[in-house]
């Protein structure tokens, strides 16, 4: 009988997605992990990776971000092996399924009303003209549509434009609400897309799932205790290119240890600069950030999520730089690693990823040093397996 030859990290640091092994064996063949241990020494003819000194994570996943063709080949050079896009052309995504980078899934088309927030993505060009909704009595048959055409889950987008200076038609909150039981009806979970805490509260009311985004507008501390099961994408690198200095995409672009994996529109994309405001545009970056820790301190599930591809953001390597602000922000390490691990993997029903345990998908991210002791050194790749395969490159 043939048998399969293993791959074994050796003696390697392990944040399993919940807890950490100090020094432990982790044994992979045919692309799911078999055993993990401290006493499960390598046979003869294993593939033997040495981890004195290095960490094992599992793959890390983006819980937000907007995909076009080459972002998953970029994200997966990274670790990040499974991205959660959050609104596209439905086609393209189901084009872009079992690529040779990260694995994807996708909200496909967003529910907006008519005009509303996202439709300048069809008047740029960057999405053809998509359908939209007006009234309760629309919800279902939008939401059937939704997940016919290939939808993993539903995204509602709740903007104003106050916070950009951009003002845009709303969604009533009834309409809302009849989007997320639709949803919920099909087993599906909905996202929504709320920057002021308004918004939140409206999307939290309409029972959904996740907020896309922390609001940004203003501080709101009893917001917290508010959200239930309501799980958080704080997507703050983005927040700070929108609305901060913008200097967070220009420091990623010139690290030595990202650089050399961008492609040429990532770079543009981190360089570009300030995102251009309307005038009365509302926002309180600082106030975003504390609410973040705020949430922490509340128990809220926190989800981390790059918002790729935006202006100051490249896939893969902002959601590193997510990762290093949600510590800045109050978070531990460990909390952060699980944000873009187990956490994602639970909300969004992942069950065969997002922890290193037997039987698992072998997608994993082997770093130098210790992340759990300092975040920086997540891009410090030492290796990236998509199902047990190593990463080119990598």
Same mark, same amino acid.
């Given at each position: ?17 919940? *807890?950490?092994?100090?020094? &432990?064996? !982790?044994?992979?063949?045919? =692309?799911?992990? $078999?055993?993990?241990?401290?006493? #499960? /020494? %390598? ?62 899934? *996708?909200?496909?088309?967003? &529910?907006? !009303?008519?005009?509303?927030? =996202?439709?300048? $993505?069809?008047?740029?060009?960057? #999405? /053809? %003209? ?265």
């Amino acid at each position: 009988m043939h048998v399969s030859k293993r791959l074994v990290f050796r003696n390697v640091r392990v944040f399993t997605g919940d *807890t950490t092994l100090r020094s &432990a064996n !982790v044994a992979v063949s045919g =692309g799911v992990i $078999l055993s993990l241990g401290e006493d #499960l /020494p %390598p046979a003869p003819g294993d593939e033997v990776i040495e981890g004195r000194g290095r960490t094992l994570l599992p793959g890390l996943i983006d819980a937000h971000a907007h995909v076009f063709p080459g972002d998953l080949e970029q994200a997966a050079l990274f670790g990040v092996t499974t991205v959660l896009d959050m609104m596209s052309d439905p086609v393209q995504a189901n084009a872009l399924r079992g690529s040779a980078g990260a694995d994807l899934r *996708t909200a496909g088309t967003a &529910a907006t !009303v008519p005009g509303g927030y =996202g439709w300048y $993505l069809v008047d740029m060009g960057l #999405l /053809p %003209p998509f359908p939209t909704v007006v009234s309760p009595d629309e919800a279902d048959a939008f939401v059937a549509s939704r997940f016919a055409e290939g939808s993993d889950y539903l995204k509602i987008l709740l903007d104003d434009g106050s916070t950009t200076g951009m003002p845009t038609p709303s969604m009533a909150a009834e309409t809302a609400g009849a989007l997320v039981s639709a949803a919920h009806d099909r087993g599906k979970i909905a996202i929504a897309h709320a920057l002021t805490a308004e918004t939140a509260r409206q999307a939290v009311r309409a029972g959904a799932d996740v907020l896309g985004h922390v609001f940004v507008d203003r501080p709101d501390p009893s917001a917290a205790h508010e959200l239930g099961e309501t799980a958080v994408v704080p997507t703050l690198a983005v927040l700070g290119e929108l609305f901060g200095p913008g200097t967070g995409g220009k420091a990623l672009a010139a690290d030595p240890r990202v650089s050399p994996y961008l492609t040429e529109g990532s770079r543009r994309m981190l360089t570009m600069g300030p995102y251009p405001l309307g005038e009365g545009a509302r926002h309180d970056l600082t106030a975003a950030t504390r609410t973040v820790a705020e949430f922490r301190d509340a128990g809220v599930t926190l989800l981390a999520g790059s918002d790729a591809s935006n202006v100051g953001t490249a896939h893969g390597a902002t959601l590193h730089r997510e990762l290093s602000l949600l510590v800045a922000a109050g978070l531990t390490p460990r909390e952060a690693l699980t944000a873009a691990t187990s956490a994602p993997a639970d909300r969004f029903a992942l069950h065969d990823r997002g922890r290193i345990a037997p039987g698992l998908r072998a997608d994993l991210l082997l770093v130098d040093g210790d992340p759990l002791a300092n975040i920086d050194a997540t891009l410090d790749i030492a290796g990236v397996w998509l199902g047990g395969r190593r990463l080119p490159g990598r």
